[in-house]
Every structure is written in structure tokens, then in C-alpha cells.
């Protein structure tokens, strides 16, 4: 587990960024549109991922004359988040703006269009006063830490076209393999099948958990004429994630920057070549969602089901960040260059970065039980190879076809 350091201000990612290089990467991120007319401009102050003040400004930058803050921080305790949705949009864009451009503790501009699309518009570093986590949070830290997941795979007849999940393995998020709802227009639509398998301490166990979903699962999608398909894109235009989930460890930049860095980075250095298409709507460094029961998801990551064997690195990859989030001071994620080449699918460049990843990870206590996952995933990175999103994942899996 990390230790008091998590807290540390970690180095910028550079020298102060100008307005045009901070827009640069936010429209990368898709995180930034064109102004449009009679947008909303609202400023958000958050500190280490948590929401500390939102209010409604002017196009010069000032509050609305007489306007109370929506919400903000007293007594040093966060606010709650409004009911509203579409604040709570707000608020997840301007902290993901400012991870984005290496801004742990600052305000956000956030322009809010009267089609409800959100967009940044600005940012800049502020001091504010550190702000006390919820009990529950605290109580949160202080469990063993588990790690849980809810990847996706797809269903694809002969015509390369998908076939619903819906109908064989029903609507809904309840469950512990169903399908993922997906808005089509105005229409919501389950083409996605999910697994929700029951948290576990380590890669094996998880893994295990997995393959019993899947089995199930077999015995409820009963035609043969099916391929079941994992990765980051293996139908054009339909992306799929392998999110995670940690409990047992608390949420910083640090540690995003540490996900990014070493599970990230090193999954697209395997993924198919189709799965560059994934970026930016999904697969943005840094995603994560704060989860009700406690802990954190991390989103960015494709889905790795591909293979039990990417899925279990996959797993160790979160787990040691997670373990050694104290240990592990060499962030790629920090440096331009490999965020630039992992938005761009640029590989050559990316892969830069490995023998790094490798050496901080082999330097700390937690590796030598997580190196057989881990090992076979850098050995493919270094070999130039990926997985192959059109191969049907029962078979390395061991699913019996129906």
C-alpha cells in the first residue's frame, strides 16, 4: 500500500502552458470545442481530483454580479456535487481539463452550450487549502485492497454486423453478466455484453472470477454462428473498455498518473492497430469514476478480455501501481512526448518509454509475485506484437462454442 507521499505535489509537466498549448491538448483529449453563442461559462476549484466551488462567471472572467457560489467548500469539508446533471458534467470536465494540462490544484473555466456539450475554455493554478476527505473515504482506505472490473466483449454474426447482448444476456446493470446500454440517437440500445465478476486480492483470482462469467455466459448465447469479440474496437465505430476498479487505496493525481503511465501505456503498446480509432471519446488518460460502495473505477483502458493472459497483466499493472504508488517517482505520463504518442497511436515513440516502465516496476518489493503476469505483456511490447481483435476470445479463454 502507498504511503503519506501519495500527497506529495508532484513535479509539473512542464513550464507554465501558454492558452493555445493548454487548448492543444485539451481538443486531443476531446475535452475542448469552438466557442459557441449563449454558452454558460461556469468556474470550478478543485484540489487533487476533488470539487471544491463552482460558480457562474461572465465572458470576462468575473462572477455574475451578486451571484452566490452553486457550491463550495466550508470549514475545510468538500461539498456535496449538485443533483443537477448537467453541473455534474461540468464539474467532471474541469477536473479532467486540468489533469489534463498538469494542474493538481486550480480553477476551471468550463463553457456549458445550449445543447448541453460541455467544453473547456480555461485554467490556471490557484492555492487552496487541503480539503478533508469524507469519513466514509477515510474508513475506505483503511480496507484490504481488492481489485474488480466490468470489461466488455461484443457479439458479431457472419455479416460482420452485432448482434444485441440484450437478447441472450438481458438489460439492465444488475447481475454478474448482462449487457451496456448505449444511446443511438434518442433510442438506448444494448449491443455491448458486460462482466461484472466479484472483486478479488489478486490477478489470479479475478481472472478466475472472469472465466466463470464467461462460461455462464456460454450457456445463455446459444448460437454457434456468433464470434465473441474483446480489444478497443473491433467493429468499427464501437468501443469497448476493460475498466477497473481498485478499493483499499486512496484516488490522487499521482496515482492516475501512475495508471496512465504504467497499464496504460503498455496495453497500447499491444493493442490492435483499429483500437487508435478509440481515441479521444474513450480511452482518455487519466478516466476514472468514483465509485458509491467505495474506491475508484479507472476507465481509460480497453478491453482487455482479448486473452486471459492480458487480462491478468492487465490487473497486475493496476495492482502494483496501486501497491507501490509511494515507490514508483518515474511518471512517463508527465512527459509530452509519450502523451502525444499514445493519443497519435505512434508506437515508435511510445515504446520509448518501455525499458523505463520495466525498470521502475522490477525495482519495487511488489514485483517479483506480480512478474509472471506483467513479464509476457513487456515481451510482447518489445517484440512489436498485438492481439488480434478479430480472433473469437472463447478460444483462448477455453469456452466451450455452443
Known sequence: MAGNRLDRPEKQIEAELTDQEMRARWQRAGLYREMQEDERLYRVSAA???????????????PLSGAEPIAASAGGVAPDWPLDPV??????????????????????????????????RGARRRRLAPLQMPEAEVLQQDAKLLIGADPEFVLIRPDGKVAPASRYLGEGVGGAAGS????????????????????????????ANIRRLLLRAAGLVRDPSLRWAAGAMPVPGLALGGHIHLSGVRLTPRLLRLLDSYAAFPLALVEDPAGRGRRPRYGVLGDYRQQPHGGFEY?????????????KAAFALALLCAREADALDDIPALDERYVAAYYAGDRAELA?????????MSATASYAALAPYIEPLLDAARRGATWDERADIRVKWRIPRS
Open 87 to 120: 453541473l455534474r458534467r461540468v464539474i467532471r470536465r474541469a477536473i479532467a481539463g486540468l489533469y489534463a494540462v498538469g494542474i493538481d490544484i486550480g480553477d476551471a473555466d468550463v463553457a456549458l452550450g445550449t445543447d448541453g456539450r460541455v467544453s473547456m
Open 48 to 62: 487533487d481530483l476533488a470539487f471544491a466551488e463552482l460558480k457562474r462567471i461572465n465572458r470576462n472572467g468575473r
Open 299 to 311: 476507465r481509460t483502458l480497453p478491453s482487455w478480455l482479448v486473452s486471459p493472459a492480458a487480462t
Open 180 to 207: 451496456d446500454a448505449m444511446l443511438v440517437g434518442r433510442r438506448l440500445v444494448y449491443p455491448v455484453a458486460e462482466l461484472r465478476p466479484e472483486p478479488a486480492e489478486g490477478p489470479a483470482g479475478l481472472t
Open 352 to 360: 520509448g518509454c518501455l525499458e523505463r516502465i520495466a525498470a521502475a
